[in-house]
């Protein structure tokens, strides 16, 4: 992974994605029809117009795109440090999905469109048109990429018809059958579900890493009886167990995230995906019991990371749906453990 790359992505984050920034969005995107039956996804939270047109000037959307193409050709395994890095600012935008997006479009020999791409895996059939529950960033957006069986369908979100989800920044869409008529569509080259627990496990582990180091600091700056709660030992051991979770989930999430083109591997996303949920729940439960009641607060910037942390979790199936993916791989592999592991890690060392 090209240093220079993460280094600019790091000057624009923070200064362009601070977590002033990222309540502002919430704040106006809530303003705007945010709990309406039918918002008007038209209305585009101003401060999210801007952090995007940074974005786009600076190419970052463009990363997995072929250099032919006008992308810098990275493969997934060097976008994980790309990925990691939004979780650990807590993006409020779909950049990653926008990013993978994009590729997968190119790959179809689509033009790409201009403004962020949200991902819905599993479009439904609804009467003559179609919807999707819960599409992450859809209020930020300007189009879905979407699954429908074999095929990938790329529609505009200001032709559906939205209604709140659990998320301020997501939505439920409904796309009527005129919409779907000027729909692009091409065959997908794998499952966009896979696709996007991969790049979810990397901004878990971002956020992960934001909670745990927000929260080793607040240890060591919060008097309590003279000295900082960080030398008591519960303190100290809850932060031990913290830093076990993140450090794990870390690597699961290089796993996940372990390949040399742009279509992931779903054993790997699977084990992942499963390992970040898990350290998520833990995670953000230690992170809440250290900081007390000023951590719930919407002043203060812990709620930013663990509200992700738990909206990521679930998002693109939570542990259990993978910790039961890799449970089969292991039930097809004939319950040979060290074969499964094998094919995880990739590694020689392994087979040794």
């Not at 190419?59 to 006008?70: K, M």
């Not at 180091?213 to 700056?221: K, R």
């Not at 794990?248 to 290089?254: N, P």
């Amino acid at each position: 992974m090209d240093h220079l790359i993460i280094d600019a992505l790091r000057d624009v984050l923070t200064g362009q994605c601070t977590p002033a920034v990222v309540r502002a969005i919430e704040n106006e995107v809530a303003a705007h029809n945010g709990c309406a039956p039918e918002a008007d996804l038209t209305k585009i939270s101003a401060t999210a117009a801007t952090l995007w047109q940074q974005i786009e000037e600076t190419g970052f959307a463009d990363l997995l795109l072929p250099e032919e193409a006008g992308g810098a050709g990275l493969a997934l395994r060097d976008a994980f440090a790309v990925w990691d890095l939004l979780g650990q600012h807590a993006m409020p935008l779909p950049l990653p999905e926008t990013m993978l997006a994009r590729a997968w479009l190119v790959a179809a020999g689509v033009a790409v469109p201009q403004g962020a791409i949200a991902l819905a895996p599993h479009l439904l059939v609804e009467g003559n048109g179609l919807c999707a529950t819960g599409v992450r960033g859809a209020r930020v957006a300007q189009w879905v990429l979407g699954q429908q069986g074999s095929d990938l369908l790329l529609l505009p979100v200001a032709g559906a018809q939205a209604s709140p989800s659990i998320f301020v920044l997501d939505a439920d869409l409904r796309w009527k059958a005129e919409t779907l008529a000027s729909a692009i569509r091409v065959a997908a080259p794998a499952s966009l579900l896979v696709a996007q627990a991969g790049l979810v496990s990397a901004l878990l582990a971002g956020s992960l890493l934001t909670t745990f180091e927000s929260t080793l600091n607040f240890a060591n700056e919060r008097q309590q009886f003279g000295r900082p709660i960080g030398k008591f030992q519960a303190i100290q051991h809850e932060l031990a167990v913290m830093a076990e979770h993140v450090s794990a989930a870390r690597m699961a999430a290089q796993i996940a995230c372990e390949a040399g083109g742009v279509l992931a591997d779903p054993l790997k996303v699977a084990v992942g995906k499963a390992r970040t949920g898990e350290a998520a729940v833990e995670v953000a439960s230690l992170a809440h019991s250290i900081h007390g009641a000023i951590g719930f607060t919407t002043e203060f910037d812990l709620q930013l990371f663990t509200r992700r942390l738990h909206l990521w979790r679930q998002t693109a199936g939570s542990e259990s749906y993978w910790q039961l993916q890799a449970g089969q791989a292991l039930v097809a592999a004939g319950g040979m453990s060290l074969d499964v592991i094998r094919q995880i890690t990739g590694s020689a060392a392994a087979a040794a």
